[in-house]
Structures are given as C-alpha cells and as structure tokens.
C-alpha cells in the first residue's frame, strides 16, 4: 500500500491542526482529533480505507484512552500517534495481511502507535520552544495597545511553528514510511525475538493507558475495590461496556444519595446542639 | 451610570477564548495570551480612553494556566469583574482579579483533569470503541458529535456562571453538593475503567509444562499443564489485571512516569519472550 503525496500532505494538514496546543484549539483538536479513534476515521477517509482504519485506530485508542495532560506536562502529544501511527500501522498491517481486528493485527498497531510516539513529544516540545519567538512579539505589542498583533501571536504566528515542527516530518514520515513498513515482512520475521517481543509489547502497553487513569481516580488501595468491581463485571459477569457504565451510573446515584443523607444529618445534628 | 456589557461582547470574549485558549503555548506563558485575546473585546467595549485600556490589559499579563475547558468559568469570572471594575468599583484592583484568577487555576486544574479527561472522556470513548466494532464509523462520530456538543455547552454554561456570580463564582464549584458529585461521578469512572481493563487488555501467557502421559481406560494420554488455563481458573483474564495493578503502583507509589513504565514493560515483554512465557505464536 502506498500513501501518495497528496494523502501525504493532508496528512500533515491534520498533524499541524491537531494536538493539544494544535491551530484548531482545544475542544475540537486535542480533545476530538488528536483521538486516536476520532483521527483514524480521518486517516481512513484520506487512504480510502475506512474500515482497516478504524480497526487500527480503536486498538490504538485503549493505550491512550486516558491520557491526562495536567499543566502541559505531555507524556505523549497524539498528532504523530495520529497521523504518522495510523497512516504506517494501516499499512504495515495490511502489507502483512494480517486481520486488522485479530489480535496480531491490534498488536502491530500499538507497536507502531508506541514507536511514533516520541516524535509527537518531540514536536511539542519544539513547538512551545518556537512559541516563544512570537511572544516577543506580542509583549512588545501590549504596551502600544496594538490588538491585531496580540491576536497574531496568539493564532496565526504559531502556524508557522506548526509548519516546520508537524508538517514537514509528517509528509515525509508518511510519505516514504510505507516502503520500510511493507518491507517488514523479510527483515523482521514473525517468530523471531524483535517481533515477538513487539507483539507482546502491544498486548502489555495498554496495561499502561489504564494504569494512568487509575492513578487520577485511585489514590488510597481501598478504592481498588472499585476498580475490581468494574472489571468483575466485565471478566466474570461478561457485561458490556455501556451495561457497566449503567451498572456503575446506579452505584454512583446511590452513593450521591448517602453523601447528602450524612450531609443533611450532620446540619440536623448541629441545629439540634444549638437549640439546646 | 452603570455600564453593562453587551451580549455580542460577551459571546466574543467566550469565542476568543474556546477556539484560543491554548494555541499559542509556550511553557513561559502557557495561555495567557489566550486569556488576553478573549479579555480584548471585553476592555475596548468597557473603557473608552487609552489609559485605562492599558491598565486593564495589563492585568492579564501574568502566567496563566488550567484546565480550560472547565478554566472558561475563570474567563467569566474575570469579565464580571471587570465590568465591575468599570463601573466604579474601585477595591477591585489588579491584584485581587489575579489573586482570584491565580486562586481559582490550581483548583479547576485539578477538578477539570480529573473528570474531563480522566473520567468523562475515557466514558465516552469506552462507549464509542464499543460502537466501532468491525470498523464501523458509528463510533468516531458517536464520540466526536456527543464531545464537542456537550463539552461547548458546558463551557458556554459555565463562563455564563462565572459572568454572573463573579467572585461567588468559587461555591458553585467547591460546595458540598459539588463534592458529593464529584466523588459519584469519579465512582463511575473507576467502575468502567475496571470493565474496560478487562474487555481490552488481553495479556496470556504461552507457557506449558508437560507433566509426563497417563493412562486413561488403557489409553495413553499427554498431560500437560496450560498455565493460561490454570490462570482462568484462578480469575478470569488474572494476568491483564496483575499488569494494570503493575503498572499503576508504579506511577503512584514509585512516583514513575508513564515513559518509564513503558520502558520497564518494554523489558519485561523481552525477558518474557526470552524465557518463553510470553509468544504471541504468529506467524504471517
């Protein structure tokens, strides 16, 4: 499979408006496009292959699934997970076509998503450093009062960070990436040591995309008790996705209740104390 | 003669702010210039002389940093108080807008990364990888269409708030009812980041250990024990949980970061291979 340079160039569009601090803001680029998920759709409409896309797309997804970026401390910018991962990983796996759904395809997916990954922490880093160029410019704007400058700093003058530091490295990245990946099949043969470890690597990294979330909701161990009753439902119960989130709704709902039942009770209490 | 803010510039300040907030970021001043462009329509409608539009401005130039998202109340906040500003009341100063902005970043980081990202968006894409089975479109545009509109309301509902409670803005978000949702609301989370480790990680083992033949109704039969079946025994999917458990009482007891984690299980899959327990058994 080939990604020609048009696909290329669109692919590189996307990278630059994407990302936390990408052109398009932060409800629709980090939070929407730099989803795995949502950007594979658009990978997908840019190939021609919706489906394969999104097939990779969702395996890579779950390792990234709760990536928290607290005070722009980012342990991985998704435009390259996006846009450079999912574009090769499409590739790589139908080059090997292997089953895009299966476990082995899944597994090349995030291998790939991972590998690509530092150069997205790499970009951003580099483009909050060219940031600071146009800063200079607006500070200098502020005390002359001159607005237009100020908004120029602010959306169109990191454009051209977004030029050098996404653009060029996606297209080329994209661009003369599928020939490495399609050869893959002959350097790296599937039961040697590199390869195994690579898929064996992709079925643990998820581990990771979940442990940080438990780590924002689960400070104190007893609270694991949660946790495993979430995965209770799913492992033992076999319950879906959607009926443990109801099941999980009900629970909070009653905890809600309880919380201000002890609220109201402890109000009622005082009250009582200052009557007498 | 009290001046209010039209409704147009209050939208725009909003608008500014949702399409701005983070784009012109460097780790010096992370989005203050975004702060500033949505302050801008705000000062030029409220002040009509030079002087006073540089004082104002002016007052928007320190460090600025949260979740914004949840961080456009502060943006509101702001607006109300600088129209108060303008209309005479004089003990608001510099000072106490920044101190209340700086009051409000740290808190509203925490609560909006928590649930925004850490909760509800893990929610939503849990349900729309559902949705996407077989490499169905249902699921990207589930979760784009359902994100961006709930989140662009909120973030309008929100900065609304701020506007009109202006420095009261801080016991919407911090009373007692807040908390009790709040911890609801992290229940859920927790309860379908459980299901979601188990629906989706699927760590197993390859190894086998032959036990020697035995003989059943004269018939010689192989004994060998599969460790993954013995481990399903024990607890459906036990190895995808361990590594979960793994990996988060390295991030939160050890402190580690998540690239370091990766690098560890980047170690562990090799030496995993190496000594056979792990072989995904694949071939092309």
Redesign the interface.
């Known amino acids: 499979m080939e990604i020609n340079i048009f696909q290329a160039v669109l692919l590189g569009i996307m990278a630059s408006l994407t990302s936390?601090?990408?052109?398009?803001?932060?409800?629709?680029s980090?939070?929407?496009l730099s989803?795995p998920?949502?950007a594979?759709?658009v990978v997908g409409i840019i190939l021609g292959d919706?489906?394969?896309?999104?097939?990779v797309?969702?395996a890579i997804?779950?390792v990234y699934?709760?990536?928290?970026?607290?005070?722009?401390t980012v342990?991985?910018d998704l435009r390259a997970v996006c846009y450079i991962g999912i574009p090769l990983a499409v590739a790589a796996v139908k080059g090997?076509?292997?089953d895009?759904?299966g476990?082995?395809g899944a597994?090349l997916a995030v291998s790939i998503g991972?590998l690509v990954g530092t150069i997205g922490t790499v970009m951003f880093y580099s483009?909050?450093?060219m940031?600071?160029i146009?800063?200079q410019i607006?500070w200098k704007a502020?005390?002359k009062?001159n607005?237009r400058t100020?908004?120029l700093?602010?959306?169109i003058?990191?454009l051209v960070s977004h030029f050098v530091i996404a653009f060029l490295p996606t297209f080329f990245i994209t661009y003369y990436g599928t020939d490495v990946v399609a050869n893959l099949?002959e350097w790296l043969p599937?039961?040697g040591?590199p390869?195994?470890?690579?898929?064996?690597?992709g079925?643990?990294?998820?581990?990771?995309g979940?442990?940080?979330?438990?780590?924002?909701?689960?400070?104190n161990p007893v609270?694991?008790i949660?946790?495993?009753?979430?995965?209770?439902?799913?492992?033992?119960l076999k319950?879906?996705?959607?009926g443990?989130?109801f099941?999980?709704?009900m629970?909070?709902?009653l905890?809600?209740k309880i919380?201000?039942v002890g609220?109201a009770g402890k109000k009622a209490a005082a009250a009582a104390e200052e009557d007498l | 003669m009290s001046v209010k803010l039209n409704k147009k510039t209050k939208d725009q300040a909003f608008w500014w702010w949702y399409h701005g907030n983070l784009t012109g970021f460097t780790h010096q001043h992370m989005q203050t210039f975004g702060f500033m462009c949505a302050m801008i329509p705000v000062i030029k409608e409220l002040y009509k002389d030079d002087t006073h539009r540089l004082r104002s401005l002016k007052t928007y130039t320190p460090f600025f940093n949260t979740e914004p998202q949840i961080g456009s109340m502060v943006v509101g906040i702001s607006v109300g108080l600088e129209e108060a500003r303008a209309n005479g009341h004089e003990e608001i100063d510099d000072e106490m807008i920044n101190g209340i902005r700086a009051g409000l970043m740290g808190p509203l980081a925490g609560i909006g990364d928590s649930l925004i990202p850490g909760t509800y968006i893990p929610i939503l894409l849990s349900i729309a990888l559902g949705l996407s089975t077989g490499g169905s479109v249902l699921g990207p545009l589930f979760y784009a269409v359902v994100y961006i509109t709930s989140m662009t309301l909120f973030m309008k509902y929100i900065f609304d708030k701020g506007y009109e409670l202006g420095g009261r803005a801080v016991d919407v978000i911090i009373g007692e009812q807040a908390t009790a949702f709040r911890e609801s609301m992290v229940m859920v989370g927790t309860i379908v980041i459980g299901a979601l480790a188990a629906s989706w990680i699927g760590v197993s083992t390859a190894l086998k250990f032959d036990l020697g033949t035995y003989i059943v109704d004269g018939v010689e039969k192989a004994n060998v024990l599969v460790l993954q079946d013995t481990f399903n025994n024990i607890y459906p999917n036990l190895l995808s949980l361990l590594t979960v458990l793994f990996t988060w009482y390295l991030m939160t007891k050890k402190k580690m970061s998540p690239i370091t984690v990766m690098l560890i299980l980047v170690v562990i899959a090799l030496v995993g291979v190496l000594i056979g327990f792990f072989d995904p058994g694949l071939s092309y």
């Open positions: 936390v601090i990408g052109a398009l803001g932060t409800t629709y980090w939070y929407t989803r998920l949502v594979s759709l919706i489906k394969t896309a999104i097939m797309g969702a997804q779950v699934i709760a990536l928290v970026t607290p005070g722009g342990s991985a090997a076509n292997l895009p759904s476990v082995q597994g991972a483009t909050a450093t940031n600071l146009w800063q607006g502020i005390d009062l607005y100020i908004y700093t602010n959306f003058f990191p099949k599937m039961d040591i390869m195994k470890t690579m898929f064996t690597l079925s643990l990294l998820p581990a990771v979940i442990g940080i979330l438990l780590k924002q909701v689960v400070q609270d694991l949660i946790f495993f009753f979430g995965f209770t439902l799913a492992a033992a319950i879906n996705l959607l443990a989130a099941v999980g709704a629970i909070a709902f905890n809600y919380i201000m609220a």
